[in-house]
């Protein structure tokens, strides 16, 4: 029998929810916006061989919450979330399983899976190179030059998934640095680009099957914060740290299919 993706997501969400609780907060908008994307890919997509970059690394509470909901940490482990000691930091570090390299300073990791991607096509691998970029994160001069780089190359083993859930920690990304028309331009630079409810698991899985002749972008149209009601599409989710009584509700919110 499969692995139920739908459940792993649920579960996903009540556990970052719970990182959200401690005295250190976690970033819980973009966390939640990429629940479906992670789960997706660690339980249906990723092969051995294959390697996943966070390049969203402020996400790592997702990260955190699929490894552990795919057996690849013990679940205990996630109450050490942010503590001293602990190997789960609020940005990804490597150490980690499936954590190729550290993320956080945004911009860079599209970069990463370019140089995987094309080392990897060297090496005849039939293995493939995802990497997950918010949305915000665009506005970094570094990731268009892998972009403009992988077009020229056309690695035919390389996916960057945009969370487009359009929020960032200020406002949206229209208001600050508009990103429109994001498809255009990925297909300016000779990127495939596919578009995808980011929070519908069988339009992901279909979509990161279908294989290509050159790299893949696909964009993936999510709502921060999604599943907790009085936090979705809210730029206060950026960064939260939930009171037990907004963890409580939170938890009851999601339990109940998102209803307040």
């Not at 970033?27 to 966070?54: K, N, R, Y």
């Not at 955190?64 to 013990?74: F, K, S, W």
């Not at 490597?94 to 090496?123: D, N």
């Not at 696909?218 to 999604?226: L, M, N, P, Y």
Request: with cysteine.
């Amino acid at each position: 029998m499969g692995t139920d993706v739908r459940a792993v997501a649920q579960q996903m969400r009540e556990d970052i929810v719970t990182m959200a609780g401690g005295p250190q907060g976690a970033h819980v908008g973009g966390s939640m916006s990429c629940v479906e994307i992670l789960a997706v890919l660690h339980c249906e997509i990723l092969t051995e061989g294959d390697t996943f970059v966070l390049s969203k690394g402020h996400a790592a509470p997702a990260l955190y919450a699929v490894l552990a909901a795919t057996g690849r940490i013990e679940r205990e482990e996630l109450a050490t979330y942010a503590q001293p000691g602990s190997r789960l930091f609020g940005h990804p570090c490597q150490g980690l399983p499936g954590v190729p390299f550290p993320t956080g300073s945004l911009g860079h990791g599209l970069s990463l899976s370019v140089g995987m991607a094309l080392a990897g096509e060297l090496g005849e691998t039939p293995d493939r190179h995802y990497t997950l970029l918010g949305d915000g994160e665009l506005q970094e001069g570094s990731v268009w030059e892998a972009v403009m780089y992988a077009g020229h190359r056309r690695p035919r083993n390389l996916v960057a998934i945009v969370d487009r859930n359009a929020l960032q920690l200020t406002g949206t990304t229209e208001d600050l640095v508009s990103l429109e028309p994001l498809a255009e331009r990925f297909g300016a630079f000779g990127w495939t680009v596919r578009a995808v409810d980011g929070h519908d698991p069988d339009a992901l899985a279909e979509v990161l099957r279908k294989p290509d002749d050159r790299p893949v972008a696909v964009i993936a149209t999510t709502v921060k914060g999604r599943g907790i009601p009085f936090m979705e599409g809210r730029v206060s989710s950026h960064y939260a740290t939930l009171k037990p009584a907004l963890v409580k509700r939170a938890h009851t919110a999601l339990r109940s299919g998102g209803q307040r």
